[in-house]
């Protein structure tokens, strides 16, 4: 499974850090991936990144705030996050996947193999 931690209230203008822990299995054979869904709208990638972080996607509209990264030796993922804005409020999910290709992971939500729960972040004054 996979298991995120780290969402909060946080002010606009504020950094955030999230991670992602899996367990039961070696996360270093996946592709690993950040993804957001906004309350009304869909679920849509924002940072992903190859097994041996030689390949990254991060769309435009979060580019040069939200960076991944990722240590397969503690089988964990992270989301770095700057200048957050309200439209940042949502929940953040972490996944995985088979995909060799950061973006194709992110776009292609059929490439999922797994979903964690979730982590709230709300970017509020």
């Known amino acids: 499974r996979l298991e995120e931690s780290g969402g909060r209230v946080v002010q606009p203008g504020g950094s955030l850090r999230l991670s992602c822990i899996a367990s039961?299995?070696?996360?270093?054979?996946?592709?690993v991936g950040w993804f957001r869904q906004a309350p009304g709208a869909e679920r849509e990638g924002i940072a992903c990144l190859t097994r041996t972080a030689g390949d990254t996607f991060v769309p435009d509209f979060v580019l040069d705030r939200f960076f991944i990264s990722r240590d397969n030796g503690k089988n964990a993922a992270y989301l770095q996050m700057k200048n957050l804005t309200p439209g940042d409020t949502g929940t953040y999910y972490c996944?995985?996947?088979?995909?060799?290709?950061?973006?194709?992971?992110?776009?292609?939500?059929?490439?999922?193999?797994?979903w964690g729960k979730g982590t709230l972040v709300d970017v509020s004054s």
């Open positions: 039961g299995f070696n996360l270093a054979d996946y592709t």
């Open positions: 996944a995985v996947g088979r995909s060799n290709y950061a973006q194709s992971l992110c776009i292609r939500v059929d490439e999922i193999t797994y």
